[in-house]
């Protein structure tokens, strides 16, 4: 079976596997499984290479540097930044400062919350807004408070649309798409997120970065995550892994259906899609 079929796997053995954190990798608690740890180890020994991909800023992935031995580039912000395990930059891409003000007036318009990340700053307007404290907890930093964003902090890497309506979070993706979509990457991180990153910088992007930094072709590449911005990076891979609970949407997108992150999907993907071939 070749690697652009739609219903199995390359041929080709994987020589690399890009992880979503979030939703993934650890479970709703954001807890790394020993089991997520020993299939990272096992792929190690079986001389797989292993990265991680994540819409968080990379001070909130820096705490899986350690327990999973990285030694990978990290793509944070989606793929909007790259840096080495120490957390030393590699590439930058940055919205335009004209986009950044005008998708964050467009987000407000929505009533969603905005929040802004500017290096290794996060910026919210409410402290106790949706999700800040969840937030908090999973980037283990804290926000700065700002009255508004005028003016607009510099290089802004990712503007998150924050709401508890799903709905209103899937609609706006469109309207925003519609929008931007010549100046921005949109996507759902969460079905409470919706964020907005440079154009280049999307998970598909990070398959195609690593491929060429780390000289592994494509078709040798596996992916595996939980959401729709994982999607662009299923297409680019010669396998992509979804999650059990990943919405119907995003299964149907991937090559392969794992259990959730709350039955140790990602150690059984690795176990049965990568390892056993």
Known sequence: MTASSSSGPSDKPIRLLISDVDG?????DKILTDASRQAVAKLR????????????????????????????????????????PDMSVIQQQTLD????????????????????YSGNDWFVQDRHGPHVDREEFTVKFPPKVVAKYDPMPPNV???????DDQDLVASTEAEARHQFGDHASIARSQPYYLD???P?????SVVRYLSGTMGIPTD????????????????LSGLSIAMGNASTEVQRAARRVTASNEQDGFAKAVERFILAH
């Open 24 to 28: 993934t990798l650890v479970t709703q």
């Open 45 to 84: 020994e079986a001389k797989i290479e292993f990265a991680i991909t994540s819409g968080r800023p990379p001070r909130g992935m820096a705490m899986f540097c350690q327990p999973l031995a990285l030694s990978n580039p990290i793509a944070a912000f989606n793929g909007g930044l790259f840096v080495r």
């Open 97 to 116: 400062a004209p986009v950044a003000a005008d998708v964050v007036k467009f987000l407000a318009s929505k009533r969603l919350d905005v929040w802004v």
């Open 157 to 163: 890497a990712k503007i998150v649309g924050v709401s």
């Open 196 to 198: 907005v990153t440079h």
């Open 200 to 204: 280049n910088a999307n998970k598909g």
């Open 220 to 235: 040798q590449i596996a992916t595996i995550g939980d959401m729709p911005n994982d999607v662009l990076m299923f297409a």
